[in-house]
């Protein structure tokens, strides 16, 4: 069976790592994107080597569009056309809406919706039907925040994630009939680095045991076995919709 090519934006560290090392157990070519943590990335790449698997590491800022086109151009070159794209590149936000500073709010809306939009341009150019392409999947990373509000300090990070809902059903009805999926993971309190920005794990943990109501906080492999799912064509059904991997919060 021909092999698929998959790429995780942001994929050195926490959900995106897990979703890398998912995908090459089931037999993908794993492109691992990132733009500051090099180092984490070629291990990501290195550690699937070794096991067996297809991997490379790219760096690209995926907020700017010239590094997005730079960046597919070479998963061109080393694999051919794409077959899933996970936009999970992102950062958190921690200032009052008081506090805030137009730079600030840039760098939050340039990594978090920014990125998916040229991510996503440059995937359907080459997956979609009208284009040559044979079809694809796109899954966006959001997050529970774009229904709750975030914590606090986070009005930035949930107004982002909340545009990225928006723009997966705007995008599955547009490039649906050219049979590319396109859904979203809404994740919840996931134990990753990313947090320590809102305190630490253990504050995160203990949170967990009365706002979750499964009590406990979520890993970053039990949300990169639902983007492995939606990828996959036992989700082939499953499109223009969103998944909370949040403990039912």
């Keep these: ?110 990594s978090n919706v ?30 529970v925040a774009s229904r709750l509000g975030g914590l606090a300090g986070g009005s930035a990070y949930a107004a982002s994630k909340g545009a990225i809902d928006s723009f997966t059903l705007a995008l599955a009805k547009e490039v649906g009939k050219n049979g590319i999926r396109v859904n979203a993971v809404r994740p919840g309190l996931i134990e990753t680095d990313i947090h320590q920005l809102h305190g630490s794990l253990e504050q995160m943990r203990s949170m967990a045991e009365t706002a979750v109501p499964l009590a406990r906080s979520g890993s970053a492999d039990e949300v990169a076995s639902v983007v492995l799912w939606l990828a996959s064509q036992e989700a082939s059904y499953v499109h223009g919709t969103f998944i909370d991997v949040a403990g039912g919060r």
């Design 1 to 110: 069976m021909t092999m698929k090519t998959i790429l995780i934006t942001g994929a050195s560290r926490g959900i995106g790592a897990s979703i890398a090392h998912a995908a090459a157990r089931r037999n993908y070519r794993v492109v691992v994107n990132f733009n500051r943590s090099e180092a984490a990335a070629m291990q990501v790449a290195s550690d699937i080597q070794a096991a067996g698997g297809a991997a490379m590491a790219i760096r690209a800022d995926v907020s700017r569009q010239d590094e997005v086109q730079r960046m597919f151009k070479a998963v061109d070159d080393a694999y051919g056309p794409l077959d899933i794209l996970v936009n999970n590149a992102g950062i958190l936000s921690n200032f009052r809406v008081d506090q805030a500073d137009p730079a600030q709010l840039d760098e939050i809306f340039r």
């Design 114 to 143: 920014y990125s998916a939009y040229y991510c996503s341009r440059e995937a359907i150019d080459r997956m979609a039907l009208d284009k040559g392409g044979k079809g694809g999947v796109i899954v966006n990373m959001s997050s």
